[in-house]
């Protein structure tokens, strides 16, 4: 049985577990996450400001990190408040604060997360006398397409440590509004600084819309003009580094100038929120001593006018200019031309003449076809096994069960049909680099590796006794889905209904190690404990697997050798992950099977490297009734259902221009005042995009509010029993595909 080796393994994974648990507590224990997150709204009209409020949580932000992307949200901004604007908790339009105002954090065009230098926080909270709510404001340029539901907000980083240096934001904005057909067009702000303790600037980032060139700063200091930032607002808006140390001292002048062009305009442009209108801000975030009074105790702002001729006459001429060309940020920058959505673009019950039966694996060969596998006339209910896992009914499946299509056009187009009178009661499949196709058979307890010859299917080989249950190095119990590695061809396998363990193989099928045990009591949600892992993946490039732990309502992700790093889950929401696949150009997909709450099955999308999901989409016609497995291929995703024995598969598009590579590539480091190297990245797209046109009003529901207390990457010290060869794991306590509701 192999007993002794997995127990060993056993202790290894929990002394791992352990470690990282510890070190997780003592180098972030003071380091809290707090994510302020939209709760599935959808814009209705062009311009669409929404804000929400929540009680601010006490401690220091030492870090922003935005969830969100250009393609749906065209600005965020964060304010702490003395009281939101509204009692509603959530509303509309562009009020934020009641008494005294803040800007904590703005955020465009992807900018990546913002980390402030060491011994540097935000006081909120208790820690502050002013900032009791935090506000977040998201302007959506326009409606989406399709039926999507947005979560972006901003997971805000909380220490309990009170640093020596308080970070705030000073805006300069001013209210005039551009006369036509000007070349240059300057708009000018000054203010001198009447505080006591010093300004340290630390990081800045300039707004306008479409007719601004530069924005600039400065502060005059014993007659002596000190530049503290400037930038061209086309480019991706962010906070920007400042590189040598700065300070401001009482009495300094402090000016800034947007330059604006209005060639080709014919009436004067007001500034204001809208895409037509234009804007003229330069944010200043500074730090100063934590133990000196607050010289802005209600906010830091500068619209003024202060010694203006001075300002205007002595105004460094640098500051002014058009800065030389910068073309991948201007790339970068490009205006978002296409409407982000999620389009159902088709969806079918029959593949050439294949009535499609259940479908239960999908995938996609070496030439971007899609690679159905479906049960034809074989139905998973309560009748199909015996009490030990055994398959009542063993003979295989006549009909075809492999279908490989072609998506491209408005139909699915039947390419090839494989694998008949082969499976018993199909389940995972994967299809590798070399077109080998890898299949799980929850029928035959077994996976197999095959190749097409001359148009059918040959079996290279098999792991697992054909028909006999275990949880040893040879058999499987219903193993549910496979993945294969592009590095060295490694196989990875969930299983699944029975046991609770992903186990890895070689490219030729020997036994390599697994991971994984079962949860040991109802809602275990332990890191590295499943209840039926249902669905794996693997991410190549970023050497993670992500696996959907059915039953625990979550997707887990995993290094290489079966590290467990964090969770995905949100149990107010779903209680179920049925399936879940990376997608270089997205991130991370993944479904639940049945519907739970507010909001019904919707299929939903983190981007890479993240533990929150950014947005769902469902189809419009119809809901989902039980979707059991998504895969994305750049902007298409299909998914497959099994409802009522009958097959349903679905293709979506998404609509985007920010198409990637590599998600990854997005999320390249921010303003990180930790790194020495600190890059100031630049990613993204587009200042503004005005979008007027004001749909009719429909009635819209609103289901935001903040989402409070989510600690990352928190891996709970639950001491519990290695219970992935309990033999009580080992009974038919799961559970057919169908509901649980109508199984034993
Ligand atoms: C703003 O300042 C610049 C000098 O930096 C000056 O040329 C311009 O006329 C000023 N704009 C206004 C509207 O006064």
């Given at each position: 049985?192999?007993?002794?080796?997995?127990?060993?393994?056993?202790?290894?994974?929990?002394?791992?577990?352990?470690?990282?648990?510890?070190?997780?507590?003592?180098?972030?224990?003071?380091?809290?996450?707090?994510?302020?997150?939209?709760?599935?709204?959808?814009?209705?009209?062009?311009?669409?400001?929404?804000?929400?409020?929540?009680?601010?949580?006490?401690?220091?932000?030492?870090?922003?990190?935005?969830?969100?992307?250009?393609?749906?949200?065209?600005?965020?901004?964060?304010?702490?408040?003395?009281?939101?604007?509204?009692?509603?908790?959530?509303?509309?339009?562009?009020?934020?604060?009641?008494?005294?105002?803040?800007?904590?954090?703005?955020?465009a065009r992807n900018a990546p997360s913002l980390k402030l230098p060491k011994n540097v926080g935000f006081p909120v909270g208790e820690a502050s006398p002013s900032i009791k709510y935090l506000v977040l404001q998201v302007h959506y340029a326009t409606p989406f397409q399709g039926r999507v539901k947005d979560f972006s907000g901003i997971n805000l980083h909380i220490s309990s440590v009170r640093p020596n240096n308080f970070a705030d934001v000073l805006l300069f904005s001013s209210g005039e509004p551009i006369p036509p057909n000007q070349e240059a067009y300057f708009t000018n702000m000054s203010c001198t600084y009447n505080g006591n303790v010093k300004l340290h600037p630390f990081a800045f980032r300039t707004h306008t819309h479409k007719m601004g060139r530069t924005v600039s700063a400065y502060l005059k200091h014993d007659n002596k003009w000190t530049e503290i930032g400037k930038r061209n607002p086309q480019w991706p808006q962010l906070f920007q580094k400042i590189e040598k140390p700065l300070e401001i001292n009482g009495n300094d002048l402090l000016a800034a100038t947007c330059r604006f062009e209005s060639t080709g305009k014919n009436e004067m442009t007001e500034m204001g929120h809208m895409g037509s209108s234009e804007m003229c801000n330069f944010y200043m975030m500074f730090y100063r001593d934590a133990d000196a009074e607050d010289p802005f105790p209600n906010g830091a702002f500068c619209s003024d006018y202060a010694s203006r001729e001075v300002a205007i006459r002595e105004y460094p001429v640098e500051g002014t200019q058009i800065l030389p060309k910068h073309p991948e940020w201007e790339e970068q920058a490009k205006q978002a031309e296409i409407t982000f959505g999620v389009i159902e673009k088709n969806s079918v019950t029959k593949i050439g003449k294949n009535k499609l039966g259940q479908i239960s694996g999908l995938s996609f060969d070496k030439n971007g076809n899609l690679v159905v596998f479906q049960r034809g006339s074989r139905v998973w209910n309560q009748y199909s096994y015996d009490y030990n896992n055994i398959l009542i009914d063993k003979t295989t499946i006549q009909e075809p069960t492999i279908l490989i299509v072609d998506t491209r056009g408005n139909e699915m187009k039947l390419l090839q049909e494989l694998?008949?009178?082969?499976?018993?009661?199909?389940?995972?499949?994967?299809?590798?680099?070399?077109?080998?196709?890898?299949?799980?058979?929850?029928?035959?307890?077994?996976?197999?590796?095959?190749?097409?010859?001359?148009?059918?299917?040959?079996?290279?080989?098999?792991?697992?006794?054909?028909?006999?249950?275990?949880?040893?190095?040879?058999?499987?119990?219903?193993?549910?889905?496979?993945?294969?590695?592009k590095a060295d061809g490694s196989i990875y396998i969930s299983d699944g209904y029975c046991n609770n363990r992903v186990l890895k193989f070689t490219k030729d099928g020997r036994y390599v190690t697994e991971f994984g045990q079962g949860s040991a009591y109802q809602n275990d949600l332990t890191l590295g404990s499943f209840n039926l892992p249902h669905d794996i993946s693997i991410d190549d490039a970023n050497s993670k697997i992500y696996v959907a732990d059915r039953e625990n309502g979550r997707v887990q992700v995993f290094n290489m050798d079966g590290t467990p790093i964090y969770d995905i889950k949100k149990s107010d929401i779903f209680s179920n992950v049925y399936s879940a696949h990376y997608c270089p150009n997205h991130g991370l997909f993944f479904i639940p099977g049945i519907a739970k709450g507010k909001i019904p099955d919707f299929g939903y999308v983190v981007p890479h490297n993240r533990s929150l999901f950014?947005?769902?989409?469902?189809?419009?016609?119809?809901?989902?009734?039980?979707?059991?497995?998504?895969?994305?291929?750049?902007?298409?995703?299909?998914?497959?259902?099994?409802?009522?024995?009958?097959?349903?598969?679905?293709?979506?598009?998404?609509?985007?221009?920010?198409?990637?590579?590599?998600?990854?590539?997005?999320?390249?480091?921010?303003?990180?005042?930790?790194?020495?190297?600190?890059?100031?990245?630049?990613?993204?797209?587009?200042?503004?995009?005005?979008?007027?046109?004001?749909?009719?009003?429909?009635?819209?529901?609103?289901?935001?509010?903040?989402?409070?207390?989510?600690?990352?990457?928190?891996?709970?010290?639950?001491?519990?029993?290695?219970?992935?060869?309990?033999?009580?794991?080992?009974?038919?306590?799961?559970?057919?595909?169908?509901?649980?509701?109508?199984?034993?």
């Open positions: 049985m192999g007993t002794h080796k997995h127990v060993s393994f056993g202790i290894i994974c929990c002394l791992l577990n352990y470690l990282i648990a510890t070190s997780v507590k003592k180098t972030f224990d003071e380091v809290t996450t707090v994510a302020m997150q939209m709760q599935g709204y959808s814009p209705d009209r062009g311009d669409d400001y929404v804000a929400f409020s929540m009680h601010a949580p006490n401690g220091y932000i030492v870090e922003f990190e935005p969830l969100s992307d250009a393609s749906r949200v065209h600005h965020m901004l964060l304010y702490g408040c003395e009281e939101p604007a509204s009692d509603a908790g959530f509303w509309r339009g562009h009020d934020t604060c009641r008494g005294s105002t803040h800007i904590l954090y703005a955020w694998g008949q009178d082969l499976f018993y009661m199909p389940h995972g499949i994967f299809v590798d680099d070399s077109n080998y196709i890898y299949v799980t058979d929850v029928g035959s307890h077994q996976v197999h590796k095959l190749k097409i010859v001359d148009g059918k299917l040959k079996v290279i080989f098999s792991i697992g006794e054909k028909f006999v249950p275990g949880n040893d190095r040879e058999h499987f119990c219903k193993p549910t889905a496979v993945a294969v590695s950014e947005y769902a989409f469902g189809p419009k016609s119809v809901d989902f009734k039980l979707p059991h497995i998504i895969r994305a291929r750049g902007n298409n995703v299909f998914i497959g259902e099994i409802s009522d024995g009958q097959g349903l598969l679905w293709k979506f598009e998404i609509e985007t221009d920010n198409l990637l590579k590599d998600s990854s590539e997005r999320i390249a480091n921010g303003a990180n005042f930790d790194d020495k190297v600190s890059s100031i990245h630049l990613e993204g797209t587009p200042s503004s995009s005005g979008n007027l046109v004001l749909f009719a009003m429909l009635t819209f529901i609103i289901v935001a509010s903040a989402y409070f207390g989510y600690k990352k990457f928190k891996a709970k010290k639950t001491i519990h029993a290695p219970a992935f060869f309990d033999k009580s794991g080992f009974q038919p306590l799961s559970t057919d595909d169908h509901s649980d509701d109508e199984m034993a």
